[in-house]
């Protein structure tokens, strides 16, 4: 596959990461509008959330052996064929139980496409093109919750929810086109058993957990039930590590943590992911609650971090060959806290410009965090081990997104029972709360940074420079 070919595949797999990561959000400002059509409540209607997260959170793991049993370019077409698929059922919804389940099978799409695909682009690209692949391959993710609530906003307002999903279907359209156009059919299929036990109890633990995480909003109603789904979640959880780490042929190759830079990527993009992800969902509601904003408004305002995410973007490359993974990482680990921490300090009274310029900053080191974490997850792994890493990062990306969201609504839980157990208005204070809390949160993350070794990425850094 010449070059330019191959750029068409980063920029196809980006577009569907885009797409994955957008419909995990951008329903939330049209909850009201589709409850009303649905004759359900809100909460029911975000049930469609869950549905999507926990699909995804379930099946991703199995990503990496269909590919490498049926073949990467089949597998990645029939997944945007999938999710294009369920994004027209999902638009043509007349009931609650026909969106859940149109979700359902939009989140199977979703957790095929984007692990099978970054495999696809990272297995056919030379060290010196790592950096440059993973960042255009990350960036469209990590704008999608960002954009999301303002997109849906405006759709919602201007036209109907329906067409939050129509609008994948000639996205989804082009993506099949290309995929069979530019992709490759594999020539070695290999003929790995399946794991199923390795299946069962990972999409258990995975199951318990985002079912956990949506207990937690309601903690104080759900203890015995959240305390009972957590035990199922924790003994799941070691059943899984026990077996995919003895299995001849695991679901996904737990040796891979053996390896110093992809065990910190992924321990350090957990808690980075989780307490970023938790900004783009707060400052919204912020902006609604305190502010007094509108929905879309309030979406326009979170476009700041956008721009920031934008304005990294062309020299994190350039960064990260001057000066080292892990001294970029680790200084701009501490950048990103402090962004979070001046989230905590705005309010009404401060000058517009300013708020815009905290939420841009924000914006800039979360992309450089993010594509430095996801870049050296990948610098000392062998082009067999892409696969499993691969799904194995997804997991852990979706994961921390969901944790973002839940950890994010326990602080305001929190913090409004320590103000005032009898209110049910959440206050600005309540907000600097819970976002001083995401924010130490993020601190625990330093201490994965630190056990990166120093040359950590110099094979990939030094010849992208060259």
Known sequence: MNSKNFDLVIYLVAATFFMENLDGTIIATSLPSMASDFGSSEIDVASGMTSYLLT??????????????????RIFTLAIAIFTGASILCGLSDSLSMFILARVLQGVGGALMVPVGRAVVLRGTPKEGVIRAVALITWPGLIAP????????????????????????????IGIFMSLSLLEQSQEIQQKPFDYFGFIFSGLALATFIYCLELSHHFER??????????????????????????????????????????VSIQAGIIFRTTLSAVPFL?????????????????LMVLSIFVGNLAMKAVTSPILHRFGFKRVMIINGVLSILSIIA????SPSMALPIILLILFLNGIFRSMQFT???????????????????AITSTSMQLANALGVALASLGLVLAQNLRDPQSTVLSLA?????????????FTGLFSLLKLPNHAGDDIRKNSGS
Not at 146 to 173: D, E, Q, R
Request: one cysteine or more.
């Open 146 to 173: 960002v954009v999301g609530p303002a997109i849906g906003g405006f759709i919602t307002t201007y036209a109907s929810w329906h067409w939050i999903f129509f609008i994948n279907v000639p996205l989804g359209l």
């Open 222 to 263: 759900n203890l015995w039930l959240l305390l009972i789904t957590l035990s199922i979640c924790i003994i799941s959880a070691y059943l899984a590590y026990r077996h995919l780490r003895i299995c001849e042929y695991p679901l996904m190759d737990l040796k891979l943590l053996d390896i110093p830079s992809f065990a």
């Open 372 to 390: 430095s974490i996801n870049t050296i997850g990948f610098a000392d792994l062998l082009g067999k081990q892409i696969g499993s890493a691969s």
């Open 56 to 73: 995804l959170a379930v099946l991703i793991p199995v990503s990496g052996w269909f590919s490498d049993r049926f073949g990467a370019r």
């Open 343 to 346: 989230c905590a300090f705005i």
């Open 283 to 299: 400052m919204p509601l912020l902006f609604q609650l305190a502010f007094g904003m509108d929905a879309f408004t309030a979406g």
């Open 430 to 442: 309540d907000f600097q709360m819970s976002l001083v809390l995401i924010a130490l949160i993020s």
